[in-house]
């Protein structure tokens, strides 16, 4: 009797090992048509780009060499804004690591840094022409560059009462800066492209997206190591409108031929400015939570007679007003 009841408990075994390994094998078969599914409909077409920056440590980093195949994307992403603690990126959303956007196919985007902090190489976002638009849109009215956003809330309260025009400087930042605000410079047509491309790769409407910074760096001038992203500690007040900080999209408006890079010390990976291309890079990781490694820096250009522009826009997580 024994003997028996030990054959049929091995027998019973073999049975359930059998339907477990049916249903684990059916399951994986099933997700993997799943996932075939979606990423097809993602990758109808295809858009060939032919690579520039083959010079630069981004381009040895890259898996796609100078020659890349860009994949039109036909699904547009959009955040759940009313999650907070969810923000994935296009490339998860699609499962793809590089694109070409589904309003501007010409603008492709290539995952570089899947991990802290998540970056994006963008290319072609404006024409020569567009950019420099809005380099002389700016020009008359840049002035030297702040960071009372990276201040305490009390010395920046202590500040403005003491002389309500004053802005905090600091020797971590050197460059000079503006706002495109007035209705002519938000209606710029390089302005509006910039703007829409900044929305579609992150996923949100151009509401949450704050007004566009252009900063102007001449030879030695340099941002210091900062992150964008607000503390709650040291300003909480930045919260009131529109939220935490969760991505930036730079585009370099003038290419600089010797520094002048951006530059992600803590990763390290570094991007040298080439006109109308850009990088993105979120200051939150997937669950919402502030990336200390998106921690980044403006370098100085090292070129006499040459000038770093560029633009930058800040995307919040909700609404900006």
């Known amino acids: 009797m024994a003997v028996k009841s030990k054959a049929a408990r091995i027998s019973f075994l073999c049975i359930l090992f059998a339907v477990f390994g049916t249903i684990l094998f059916l399951n994986i078969n099933f997700y993997s048509l799943r996932a075939s599914s979606q990423r097809s409909l993602g990758e109808v077409s295809e858009f060939k780009v032919t690579r520039h920056d083959k010079s630069d440590k981004m381009a040895s980093d ?8 860009f994949q039109v994307d036909t699904v547009p992403f959009r955040l759940n804004l009313d999650n ?28 570089m840094n899947d991990r802290q902090p998540r970056i994006m190489y963008v290319r072609n976002i404006l024409t020569p022409e567009q950019a420099l638009s ?82 102007r760096y001449e030879k030695g001038q340099f941002y210091r190591e900062h992150p964008d992203y607000f503390s709650k500690f040291l300003h909480p007040s930045n919260f009131q409108n529109g939220g935490q900080r969760i991505a930036t999209l730079f585009c370099w408006l003038t290419t600089v031929s010797k520094g002048g890079h951006s530059t992600f010390p803590r990763v390290p990976m570094s991007f ?42 800040w995307i919040r997580q909700h609404t900006f007003k």
């Open 62 to 69: 890259s898996p796609l060499g100078t020659t890349a195949i």
């Open 84 to 111: 907070e603690k969810y923000y994935p990126t296009i490339a998860d959303f699609l499962g793809k690591k590089t694109g070409a956007l589904m309003e501007r196919p010409s603008v492709t985007w290539e995952l």
């Open 134 to 215: 809005i380099v002389e849109a700016a020009r008359p009215q840049v002035e030297a560059s702040v960071v009372g956003d990276q201040l305490p809330e009390l010395f920046r309260f202590k500040v403005r009462f003491k002389n309500p025009q004053a802005q905090a400087k600091s020797a971590i930042r050197t460059s000079s800066g503006t706002f495109l605000q007035s209705p002519e410079q938000v209606h710029l047509p390089g302005n509006q492209i910039l703007r829409q491309v900044a929305a579609a790769i992150v996923g949100v409407p151009d509401s949450n997206i704050e007004a566009t910074q252009v900063l």
């Open 272 to 313: 040298p400015p080439i006109q109308g291309n850009g990088v993105l890079f979120y200051s939150v990781d997937k669950s919402g939570i502030e990336d200390e490694y998106s921690f980044h820096s403006g370098e100085p250009p090292e070129c006499d007679n040459c000038t770093k522009w560029l633009a930058v826009l």
